[in-house]
């Protein structure tokens, strides 16, 4: 049995937390964690709570051409833009559905675990935004059965204090290597099979029971809710002009202090390093991966 340890926050109380400021520098994703997972009271007095997001045009319109000034690309390895994926889901006919990509089948990885781990609701905020911004009604969070029983305490949370229009629920990820490929992630949902294929119809037109769908890295979606409250000039004060924005990091092997960091786009290798204590010893080898 998980338990937050704290007092959960009734909608009634949402009134009554003012808004903090943009967090500055980093961390970001992970500032100010000392151990998980994050409650619901946690995360509204630190990151207050999400937007109304309202426009006088199509509020899907304006979220995305807000997500395509920040610049903000996928965190799942591909670092496509996430606007353009947005874009693609939102104008398919139909009711379509968001899927956050947790599985993490990169057997050295362990970034998107500790995220859920540490900070499951805003996770789940970047899966509400999303869904608003290509008309989903659903969005299933994909998760290492580690860190499942987490996601679901964090939604139960936000049922009791009805915060979402949106669906939420957690699914195990199938623990393979390939298994992280969005249409492997599709097929894993469908028939408990995570084969990928690379045939069309895309996922935008047609994914998860025929539906147009949004399979979105859970660092992506967590990065879209910070968009959504603090805007995109605030999201590219770090990072590069060609790629903005902070990344998640995990660091194994010869370092001082193995485990996950989050650093700016553009940091360089040895600085990574740095965040870990350092190499033990002269190395000899680094492999990247991502």
Not at 176 to 204: D, K, N, Q, Y
Request: aromatic content about 2%; hydrophobic content about 45%.
């Amino acid at each position: 049995m998980v338990t937050s340890g704290l007092q959960s926050l009734d909608r009634d109380n949402f009134a009554a937390v003012s808004q903090p400021e943009a967090p500055a520098g980093l961390p970001r994703l992970l500032g100010g964690l000392l151990a998980g997972p994050t409650s619901l009271s946690e995360h509204i007095v630190r990151y207050g709570q999400l937007p109304s997001l309202g426009s006088d045009r199509s509020p899907s319109l304006a979220l995305i051409e807000l997500v395509d000034r920040s610049g903000l690309r996928g965190r799942g390895g591909a670092s496509f833009p996430t606007a353009l994926k947005l874009a693609a889901v939102a104008g398919q006919q139909g009711s379509a559905i968001v899927v956050g990509n947790g599985t993490e089948g990169e057997p050295a990885s362990s970034k998107d675990k500790v995220l859920l781990a540490r900070s499951p609701h805003l996770v789940l905020d970047g899966a509400v935004v999303a869904a608003r911004a290509v008309g989903a009604a659903e969005a299933i969070i994909v998760c290492h059965p580690a860190v499942r029983e987490l996601v679901d305490l964090a939604i139960r949370e936000r049922r009791k204090a009805e915060i979402d229009s949106v669906r939420l629920r957690a699914v195990d990820a199938a623990e393979r290597f390939v298994a992280g490929e969005a249409s492997a992630v599709v097929h894993w949902l469908e028939r408990g099979i995570p084969t990928p294929t690379r045939t069309p119809p895309r996922l935008a037109e047609r994914g998860l029971h025929g539906r147009p769908t949004l399979v979105q890295n859970v660092e992506t979606l967590a990065h879209l809710a910070l968009i959504a409250r603090y805007g995109a000039s605030w999201y590219r004060e770090v990072g590069t002009d060609a790629e903005p924005g902070s990344m998640l990091v995990t660091l194994l092997g010869a370092v001082h202090r193995p485990g996950v960091s989050e650093v700016a786009i553009g940091t360089r290798v040895s600085d990574v390093l740095g965040e870990g204590g350092g190499a033990v010893g002269k190395p000899q080898a680094l492999l990247l991966g991502g």
